[in-house]
């Protein structure tokens, strides 16, 4: 069975940084795709980045290039969000989940369960 575990959220200021980890356990193959999403209040849920364990191709949403850097280490099976910059837009629910390659926002498979991050002064 595919698990995936989000961890690492919390309360960051204004133009702070945080990571976030996804473990990933369960898959059968070696190459998978993670993503991650975000839901702010009153928003609906929206893609922010996607890495491939295989070759390590990554897709950022425009609102976070140049400020998330997403990473993998297979030898942990774990998957990287790094945030920095963070704005209060930032705040919300993140989510991993395993997505298809090519079209990782919108083609979901498995969910892990969300961590909260608060942007706030």
């Known amino acids: 069975e595919v698990q995936l575990q989000a961890s690492g959220g919390g309360l960051v200021q204004p133009g702070g940084s945080l990571t976030l980890s996804c473990a990933a356990s369960g898959f059968t193959f070696d190459d998978y795709t993670i993503g991650w999403f975000r839901q702010a209040p009153g928003k609906e849920r929206e893609g922010v980045s996607c890495?491939?364990?295989?070759?390590?191709?990554?897709v950022y949403a425009d609102s976070v290039k140049g400020r998330f850097t997403i990473s993998s280490d297979n030898a942990k099976n774990t998957v990287y969000l790094l945030m920095n910059s963070l704005q209060p837009e930032d705040t919300g629910i993140y989510y991993c989940a395993e997505v298809l390659k090519g079209n990782c926002f919108r083609k979901t498979f498995y969910w892990g369960q969300g961590t909260l991050v608060t942007v706030s002064s």
């Open positions: 890495i491939s364990r295989g070759d390590k191709t990554t």
